[in-house]
């Protein structure tokens, strides 16, 4: 068949539309705070009264937040979308549906985000944060279930921590953050970048300390990107500070100290970077300190006596060096 | 069966290279370029050639006038005007309008969307050089020194300037020299750069003296014309009154136990005349007043001269050189005499024996190096530590030099370290120079000839890494206790030996007991002949080196790795808690689950009594229900952690269709053993279905949408929110930001695909799918919308408003049935939609600053004008610094840090729009098809990766942060689709 003519025939059978969300934008906790209606209700009937259009009846079974009546309709526009997510849904299903009133009629809100499943740990967790008082409350509550069985309750929770006002956490809730971000570096999960950033926020000595050897030590390069980033917003003189502490004996984990160092603002990281510079370290690591100390102001014909002959004069080669980018060319 | 194992390429052609260096050949779908004439870099081609183009199919002639396929001149942007005809088999003619220029370089360029007939494109950009009828001879246009100049540096180097680049092979020590008027010639390295040859003489000229430089006429072209005539131009160097004197001597004044054919050395403050040090400047006698008699050799720069005797010196005997004063005294280059010198005085030993090298790491020949590598050769007796630098010892890697730290270790050890990783599969050599100039022993001793190590790096780019249980630092671990290691890929067993792992007590006894291997021999387990004595510590340490415990590959640990463990009282006799998924999909959702024969994943977690850790190396998987990968192969390639492994189940060892149970066992360190539930599933056997592409998915990605109808396309608005531009383009830098920020999101986005930067496919891995930043020529493609808003929210939102939490929105078409979507529309609204990620990350800042700041705020703070910062084109130095040709290496340093915050900041916003770019345009090729197998990838109900915890291109949701650092993948079953390596029926 021809390849054209083939494709042609079947544009007619295109399905709508589907997005992707901004998670932080849609988590529970700020669905619960946005929603004019939080409802778990059951599909009595799905319908398209036009071909643009898609409409599910609902009965209510419990509602959560605002007021809705026992049977109550939503409308989307036709077809397979995840930002209108109600297209999966079939008569007989329940759902925990967070809903916003425009004009008369109610929306999902969130797109498929708002449209969760009725499982008992869902709807408790959906009714814990609507029942928090306070933002602390609702804090305490969120610590206590970055690990939590349930992926999208422990996602949300750490999405949601990291973008709470005022972010203030006992020595236990901290100790569950750190044990969240290790597991989630461990694993490779994006939830890592949640949980450094409730850490970068809480970023007294002790988070730092808590921070710095799951850091060194991570074994995937991309999740160690985010743990420096986070720590780099970090009080600087503190990171840099406490660095030296937990610099151990391996390549890899004096290269990543030196990678933090010399991205640190360079007041505040020279001492630490010469601290480290007068240690045993493999030349590659001692080049990464030269340029950051070089980057620094420190001359080349102090840090001569400090390293090899050859690793300074490679430093010195590499710094005035266009740095380059993963993504952008600016040759180009 | 409803997935069906399907062969990566399609029909592609299995046509040969372009013969221009592009090496990336009969890809599925792909045209190929077999042939080209002229060919890259000929030179003497005719004004009237025709450029003929040989293609392995018929091609369609109108795609030869897409824009990125031209004829011009080197260094020119205007295409000269060419017309094209097809010819026979896949023949394409180029036949220029009018004739083309002499004596002048071309280049050709064909657009990667060439396409045959039936839509196939090339798919990589290919261009070729070449140079028209040259018949006239180079001409030299100036010399750095003006004819009969005088007082002219007797140091420099000179620059002989041409009218065209000269052929390298035609630069030799007699078609270019420099000579004195007595004819003498002065040893120079002349090196061609560009148009012009840099001379650089090896010693310092004699002064006040007339020099020439010569050019023969052997001197030519690349085309091979040679200079009309022999240029010769004269000089006279500045005067020198300069005395020399002696900087360095060796051995060392009154060195003793020498070896008798020691030749020492004097090292001057410029360069000596050599001729000039004989016997009556020169006294080398012995204690007894007999003379030595001696020649003299020279370095390059004749700066050091090496006395050598031409006899050989006595055993225990005191030797003395004195240079003498007066008329006859040694001088410089320039007649200057040596300035009072003391005199040197050493005594032999009976060493004669010239140093050997007896051990190496790595071994000459080895093939399994790993690229983090400590070189080390050790030597029969100690080496002098003066030689051991960067002049005796050179290492190539691929036959280039290699910056390396070169030290000597005790006495006798050399040890050369690189200072960056070297990379994989490449031939290194070290070589360590033998001779007068090369290593010796404290003695004088000399290596009789070059040592020289050659090895090859292994394949493998990553260091080994252990888990050792119990870890490092655990307490009250069971006296009933065993001892696991796992490793992170397969080893080499004959590498695992009670000498590379050492297994002790405290004090560093080794424990009886047993050794055993498995899973690949990744795992070793090892069982204590008696229980673990109470309250004690233990050590398990891994050795490093070459000597130590190595992956299969070769590569071995850069450190030891030790666990210092302590036992406490009790044994321990409960059962691990062993929980397994498929797919990570939980119990209440795994009923009828219908399963590929490979590609799916299989995720155990385990949890023991306090204290007590599980055996990861102990996992068992036990599938029954036909012929499957063993247990022992599953673990193999496995991900273990403490406490969790996760098996894809690999390609190679897939799974026969039918009903099938899976069961997972664990033990403890105490071997107490734990079972998860039993999980049935189905896999269903392959048939033939359709393809998502059939010819390569071009997606152009518009940029020219206005769909807030404010009069500025809703990307140019991005950039000005962002503050990549500037209204009214004060600096005239908004085309160049708007270029840089659209080819990064691209360049992201093809990197998702496993394509370069600039769309071209890596490897066979490539998905055959291209974006775009323009519409192709007659080719059918999909279009998507990329800038601003959400069209389907508030489209007059400013800083501070609220988004709508949609960044993007796409058709979804199952199968990619349309290859030419439009996701450009407004009501619904299509495309991606970066001013919705903008207004929610100036949310949070607003939240949150100053008492924190923001990852987006980390970058943006600088210039996003709503954030307070100075847009690009807003800062005096953004003239400058905003440009393609900005240089970086004579910036200002202040010029340098708005350069680094400008391209950061883009390259961190190209990093997160380019995920959602990928993610939108994954929607519309099929992804993410919902429910199991046969005619789902294990898509949501919302058409998402099921539970997305990695960093998933299709994962219904993304966070700013994420994206800018992690490695956003497609999930092995999405890429598998889009390989065309599993098909939907």
């Not at chain 2, 030749?263 to 007043?289: C, H, I, K, N, R």
Request: glycine fraction near 8%; charged fraction near 15%.
């Amino acid at each position: 068949m021809n390849y054209r003519t083939q494709k042609a025939t079947l544009l007619a059978l295109l399905l709508p539309t589907l997005a992707v969300a901004q998670d932080q934008a849609s988590t529970m906790t700020r669905l619960c705070q946005k929603a004019d209606v939080i409802v778990r209700a059951t599909v009595t009937s799905s319908v398209h009264p036009t071909a643009l259009l898609h409409q599910l009846t609902l009965q209510s079974n419990h509602v959560l937040k605002g007021q809705v009546g026992a049977s109550f309709t939503l409308t989307e526009p036709a077809g397979k979308c995840c930002g209108r997510s109600l297209f999966a849904l079939s008569v007989g299903e329940t759902r925990i549906l967070f809903l916003k009133r425009l004009g008369p009629t109610l929306h999902t809100l969130g797109g498929g985000r708002g449209v969760l499943a009725s499982t008992p740990n869902l709807l408790t967790h959906v009714q814990a944060l609507l029942a928090a008082p306070t933002t602390n409350a609702t804090a305490h509550l969120l610590a206590a279930c970055v690990n939590h069985a349930e992926p999208r309750i422990a996602d949300d929770a750490a999405l949601a921590l990291a973008t709470l006002p005022n972010l203030s956490l006992t020595p236990l809730e901290r100790s569950a953050i750190t044990s969240s971000l290790l597991q989630s570096v461990q694993r490779g999960w994006t939830r890592t970048a949640a949980l450094a950033d409730v850490a970068a926020r809480l970023g007294d000595a002790n988070m730092i300390d808590s921070i710095m050897p799951i850091y060194l030590e991570a074994t995937r390069e991309d999740q160690a990107l985010l743990l420096r980033k986070a720590l780099k917003r970090c009080p600087t003189q503190l990171v840099a500070e406490r660095m030296p502490a937990f610099v151990g004996s391996t390549r890899r984990s004096n290269l990543r100290a030196a990678a933090l160092m010399t991205e640190l603002p360079a007041a505040a990281a020279r001492a630490a970077m010469t601290n480290l510079l007068q240690r045993p370290n493999h030349p590659q690591v001692q080049m990464h300190l030269c340029e950051g100390l070089l980057a620094a102001g420190v001359s080349a014909a102090s840090l001569s006596p400090m390293v090899p002959h050859a690793v300074l004069q490679l430093a010195v080669a590499r710094q005035n060096r266009r740095p380059t980018f993963r993504n952008v060319q600016p040759l180009r | 069966m409803l997935l069906i194992g399907a062969a990566a390429c399609g029909s592609g052609g299995g046509g040969g290279n372009s013969g221009s260096g592009n090496t990336i050949g009969a890809l599925s779908g792909a045209v190929n370029l077999i042939t080209h004439s002229p060919a890259h870099n000929a030179v003497q081609v005719q004004l009237n050639a025709i450029i003929c183009l040989e293609f392995d199919t018929d091609m369609a002639l109108g795609a030869f006038g897409d824009q990125d396929t031209w004829l011009r001149q080197a260094g020119s942007s205007t295409d000269v005007p060419v017309t094209f005809t097809r010819g026979s088999n896949g023949r394409i003619d180029c036949q220029p309008d009018s004739a083309l220029q002499a004596e002048t370089d071309y280049v050709f360029q064909l657009s990667a969307l060439t396409s045959d007939l039936s839509g196939r494109i090339l798919d990589v950009t290919t261009s070729f050089a070449f140079r028209t009828f040259d018949e006239t001879p180079p001409s030299i246009t100036g010399f750095s020194i003006a004819e009969g100049a005088t007082s002219v540096s007797r140091t420099g180097t000179f620059t002989l300037s041409f009218d065209e680049a000269i052929d390298s092979g035609s630069i030799t020590d007699s078609t270019i020299y420099l000579c004195d008027v007595f004819g003498g010639r002065y040893a120079c390295e002349s090196t061609p750069i560009g148009q012009t040859i840099l001379i650089d003489p090896f010693a310092d000229l004699p002064g006040d003296r007339q020099f020439s430089i010569v050019a023969t006429t052997a001197l030519g072209d690349r085309a091979g014309n040679q200079l009309e005539e022999q240029y010769q131009s004269s000089f006279r160097t500045r005067n020198d009154a300069q005395q020399p004197s002696v900087n360095d001597t060796w051995p060392l004044l009154n060195a003793t136990n020498m070896s008798p054919d020691l030749q020492p050395t004097f090292t001057f403050s410029e360069s000596m005349d050599p001729a000039t040090v004989e016997a009556v400047s020169l006294l080398f006698q012995d204690e007894y007043g007999s003379i030595i008699p001696f020649a003299i050799g020279a370095t390059l720069d004749q700066r050091t001269l090496r006395i050598k005797p031409l006899v050989s010196l006595q055993v225990n005997r005191r030797y003395t050189l004195e240079f003498m004063l007066g008329a006859a005294s040694a001088s410089d280059v320039s007649g200057n005499c040596l300035i009072a010198t003391q005199a040197l005085t050493f005594t032999t030993g009976t060493d004669d024996v010239a140093p050997s090298v007896v051990a190496s790491s790595p071994t000459t020949g080895e093939s399994r190096v790993p690229g983090v590598l400590i070189a080390e050769l050790t030597f029969d007796k100690d080496i002098d530590t003066l030689r051991v630098n960067e002049t005796t010892a050179e290492f190539l890697v691929a036959g280039k030099p290699w910056a390396t730290v070169i030290e000597l270790v005790g006495t006798d050890t050399v040890r050369v370290t690189p200072i960056l990783t070297l990379p994989v599969d490449t031939l290194c050599t070290l070589t360590l120079l033998g001779g007068q100039n090369g290593m010796r022993d404290l003695a004088g001793n000399v290596l009789a000839t070059d040592e020289t190590l050659s090895f090859t790096t292994s394949a493998d780019s990553e260091l080994p890494e252990a888990m050792i249980l119990p870890p490092n630092d655990a307490v009250t671990i069971a006296t009933s206790s065993h001892f696991s290691i796992v490793f992170d890929a397969p080893m080499d067993p004959a590498t695992l030996t009670p000498s590379t792992i050492l297994i002790t007590d405290d004090f560093g006894n080794p424990i009886s007991g047993t050794r055993t291997f498995s899973a690949n021999n990744r795992v070793v387990t090892f069982e204590p002949t008696t229980n673990l004595a109470p309250h004690s510590y233990y050590r398990v340490q891994i050795l490093s080196g070459n000597n130590g415990a190595r992956r299969l590959t070769g590569n071995w640990f850069d450190s030891d790795r030790l666990s210092r463990f302590r036992t406490g009282q009790a044994i321990d006799a409960t059962a691990p808690t062993v929980t397994a998924t498929v797919n990570g999909i939980p119990s209440d959702r795994r009923d009828g689950l219908v399963l590929p024969p490979c590609g799916f994943t299989i995720d155990v977690t385990t949890s023991d009594s306090f204290s007590q850790w599980v055996d990861m190396g102990s996992i068992d998987i036990e599938l029954t229900g036909g012929s499957g990968p063993t247990s022992e192969s599953l673990l193999a390639t496995a991900i273990i952690g403490y406490n969790t492994v996760q098996i894809q189940v690999s390609e190679d060892t897939p799974l026969s269709t039918g009903m099938w149970t899976m069961t997972v066992w664990a033990t403890d360190l105490s071997g107490n053993r734990g079972q998860s539930s039993v999980i049935p599933f189905e896999v269903d056997s392959p048939s033939t279905g359709s393809m998502p592409f059939e010819r390569t998915q071009l997606v152009w990605v518009r940029t020219d949408l206005d769909r807030d109808d404010n009069g500025t396309d809703d990307f140019t608005d991005d950039m000005v929110r962002l503050g990549f531009n500037t209204a009214g383009d004060p600096s005239g830098t908004n085309a160049y930001m708007q270029k840089l920020l659209l080819d990064g999101i691209l360049a992201k986005a093809n990197h998702i695909y496993h394509r370069g930067s600039r769309g071209e496919p890596l490897s066979s891995g490539a998905v055959q799918l291209r974006f775009l930043t323009r519409e192709p020529t007659l080719l059918p493609h999909m279009q998507i919308g990329l800038g601003g808003l959400d069209p389907e929210g508030d489209r007059t939102r400013v800083y501070g408003s609220e988004s709508t939490g949609v960044l993007g929105r796409a058709y979804y078409d199952y199968r990619n049935s349309n290859p030419t979507e439009r996701n450009t529309a407004t009501s619904p609204g299509l495309g991606v939609f970066p001013a919705e990620m903008w207004l929610y990350q100036t949310y949070l800042h607003k939240q949150a600053y100053p008492s924190f700041q923001t990852q987006f705020a980390s970058r943006f703070l600088a210039i996003c004008p709503d954030m307070g910062g100075s847009p690009a084109g807003t800062n005096p130095y953004d003239p400058a610094v905003l440009t393609a040709s900005f240089d970086y290496d004579s910036a200002t340093s202040a010029q340098r840090a708005r350069w680094n915050a400008i391209m950061s900041a883009a390259d961190e916003w190209t990093a997160v729009i380019g995920v959602i770019l990928a993610h939108e345009v994954g929607h519309s090729v099929g992804l993410v098809a919902p429910g199991a197998m046969p005619n789902g990838l294990f898509g949501d109900s919302s058409l998402h990766d099921t539970y997305a915890s990695a960093a998933e291109v299709m994962a219904a949701s993304v966070s700013y942060n994420a994206m800018t650092s992690l490695d956003y993948q497609f999930r092995d079953i999405d890429l598998a689709y889009l390989r065309m390596r599993i098909l939907l029926r």
